[in-house]
């Protein structure tokens, strides 16, 4: 059985909770949701005697979505593996439920699950780490139950984490580390624990430059008297979304931490953290659609203009159509990209597997995040002036999904990173073309679905092509070259779903939508010359020559 359509026979075994939590979402936890964005969090520096105590106050709403998120098992269910390789689809269609709802609380729950994938394969001897803390990051119990962080972002800032990274570990003679250093951006700081990343301080007392003197560091947030572990809270980030969370520069002044990886292997190390956090980026850009357009297909439904209804305005149904279309693509490309991740953690994958879940979690989480901003915008609009109030919390959708495309590397950074993919190996290159061919090989004996499919293998066969033609002006063509790899897919996979025995006309429509778009952005880019040089230094002058 292919692996979409088992999702259906799978599906099946936990549909029950799920569709039981999607009505808890909507009759309790979205309005716990608007309360955290009501009931923003705050930080107290001193007290009224002037000692310094540093305390976040966070509101009733915000520990509600904690509760809840561990007993209804966000991070635990894919490490429990009750459905082996379907437990972490299972965990994607339900975060995709919460996130939007979440009242951010989604954003420390990827944190903590990458988090929980890098303690749950650290080859260490520490029980403490690899039992304790891990069952506390996958505990069920409210009170037992454990939130990460991720401290990766310094003064300096940017995606360049090996130039960037100023905090520098000295060993202590208990062979623990100090840590020095300020880390300028660390979101849900209420977190319990971080792993994050610093400089070693070498027995002849210097550090070494670059990537190799980087190692990963676990960090307890306070000691054992509920103190900060020698943590200073600067500020809370007064952020443009995300206001619901708490996000702060922190200085490290000694601060305890224990070495997790050896000293040259701190980046990779930490990649490991940085795979989960993009997927789950993914799945909030999907879930933020999902909850637009589902609002602004209910609002035509009651909304009256000129006498009608907004839904008998067959403009505003083809808007409204072409958002649910685009919102499809995204949560088919995120539903596979986490079986994708399933198949690997049960090791049930294939080299093909691995090659794809290599090259599309960047692919992923670079073009949903831009397609969330843009339907997240249009459905706003279909709301007219109250979509731009406050009160109705669609303004506030707007302001959070605008970090998606940002968070864990903007849309440039993570199209270089498919580059690097790509070139790491020529086995990711021949998995994706052939996994595309197979995805479309039902669709192809289809007659309605014929043509379509052709049009996709073209588009990848022309992709590749001008890719081994064109070597030279990847580089700067690379934004082009991954949303071409995004569409492609994402039109491979609603074409197999479309001849699935499930499918419906409208499953159809949207395969038919997907196939007949401008599927290969890179291939149109070299035929009018984008990222020939001339090209490029007259784009250069454009923006940054002399203006008269």
């Given at each position: 059985m292919s692996s979409f359509h088992a999702y259906s026979k799978i599906l099946s075994e936990f549909e029950e909770d799920l569709i039981k939590f999607g009505d808890k979402v909507e009759q309790e936890i979205y309005a716990i949701h608007l309360q955290c964005d009501r009931q923003q969090p705050t930080l107290i520096s001193?007290?009224?005697?002037?000692?310094?105590?540093d305390v976040i106050e966070t509101s009733?709403?915000?520990?509600?979505?904690?509760?809840?998120?561990?007993?209804?098992?966000?991070?635990?269910?894919?490490?429990?593996?009750?459905?082996?390789e379907y437990s972490r689809l299972y965990q994607v269609v339900k975060l995709i439920l919460f996130s939007s709802a979440s009242g951010l609380y989604s954003?420390?729950?990827?944190?903590?699950?990458?988090?929980?994938?890098?303690?749950?394969?650290?080859k260490l001897d520490e029980d403490w780490l690899k039992k304790g803390v891990f069952g506390k990051l996958t505990s069920r119990d409210p009170l037992e139950f454990w939130t990460s962080g991720q401290w990766m972002t310094e003064r300096r800032g940017g995606s360049d984490v090996a130039a960037s990274t100023e905090t520098i570990a000295k060993k202590d003679k208990d062979g623990f580390y100090r840590l020095y250093g300020n880390k300028w951006f660390?979101?849900?700081?209420?977190?319990?624990?971080?792993?994050?990343?610093?400089?070693?301080?070498?027995?002849?007392?210097?550090?070494?430059?670059?990537?190799?003197?980087?190692?990963?560091?676990?960090?307890?947030?306070?000691d054992e008297d509920g103190q900060l572990n020698n943590i200073e809270i600067v500020n809370l980030k007064n952020k443009l979304g995300t206001r619901q969370m708490p996000t702060a520069e922190l200085q490290l002044n000694g601060?305890?931490?224990?070495?997790?990886s050896p000293t040259e292997k701190g980046?990779?190390?930490?990649?490991?953290?940085?795979?989960?956090?993009?997927?789950?980026?993914?799945?909030?850009?999907?879930?933020?659609?999902?909850?637009?357009?589902?609002?602004?297909?209910?609002?035509a439904t009651e909304r009256q203009a000129f006498k009608h209804l907004l839904k008998d305005f067959p403009l505003h149904v083809k808007t409204l159509a072409k958002l649910e279309m685009e919102t499809r693509g995204a949560t088919i490309l995120v539903l596979h990209l986490g079986h994708l991740l399933g198949l690997q953690e049960n090791k049930k994958s294939s080299p093909l597997q691995d090659n794809l879940l290599r090259l599309l979690t960047p692919v992923t989480k670079?073009?949903?995040?831009?397609?969330?901003?843009?339907?997240?915008?249009?459905?706003?609009?279909?709301?007219?002036?109250?979509?731009?109030?406050?009160?109705?919390?669609?303004?506030?959708?707007?302001?959070?999904?605008?970090?998606?495309?940002?968070?864990e590397g903007t849309t440039n950074i993570l199209s270089l990173d498919v580059l690097r993919a790509l070139h790491s190996s020529k086995e990711i290159l021949e998995s994706f073309s052939n996994n595309v061919r197979m995805l479309v090989?039902?669709?192809?004996?289809?007659?309605?679905?014929?043509?379509?499919?052709?049009?996709?293998?073209?588009?990848?066969?022309?992709?590749?092509?001008?890719?081994?033609?064109?070597?030279?002006?990847?580089?700067?063509?690379?934004?082009?070259?991954?949303?071409?790899?995004a569409r492609i897919y994402i039109s491979a996979l609603l074409l197999r779903h479309a001849t699935s025995p499930e499918s419906t006309p409208s499953d159809v429509k949207t395969a038919l939508y997907w196939s007949e778009m401008e599927l290969t952005p890179f291939c149109n880019g070299i035929k009018k010359g984008a990222y020939h040089s001339d090209n490029l230094t007259a784009e250069f002058d454009l923006v940054f020559g002399k203006h008269t």
């Open positions: 001193y007290d009224a005697w002037g000692k310094r105590i009733s709403a915000w520990k509600k979505m904690h509760a809840i998120s561990a007993t209804e098992g966000f991070i635990s269910i894919p490490y429990e593996r009750k459905y082996k954003c420390p729950l990827a944190m903590t699950d990458g988090a929980a994938k890098i303690t749950e394969e650290l660390t979101s849900a700081t209420d977190a319990n624990m971080a792993f994050t990343l610093a400089r070693v301080v070498q027995e002849n007392g210097q550090t070494i430059s670059g990537k190799n003197g980087l190692a990963m560091f676990y960090v307890a947030v306070r601060t305890k931490a224990f070495k997790v980046i990779s190390y930490i990649a490991t953290m940085l795979t989960i956090t993009r997927i789950h980026n993914s799945i909030s850009a999907v879930s933020y659609m999902r909850r637009i357009v589902n609002m602004a297909c209910q609002f670079l073009y949903t995040g831009k397609q969330a901003v843009a339907v997240v915008s249009e459905g706003l609009e279909c709301f007219g002036g109250q979509g731009y109030i406050e009160d109705t919390g669609i303004p506030t959708m707007l302001r959070d999904s605008q970090v998606l495309p940002i968070w090989s039902s669709a192809s004996q289809n007659e309605l679905l014929n043509t379509a499919s052709c049009n996709v293998v073209k588009a990848m066969d022309e992709t590749i092509q001008m890719m081994i033609s064109n070597k030279d002006v990847l580089a700067s063509a690379a934004r082009d070259l991954a949303f071409s790899f």
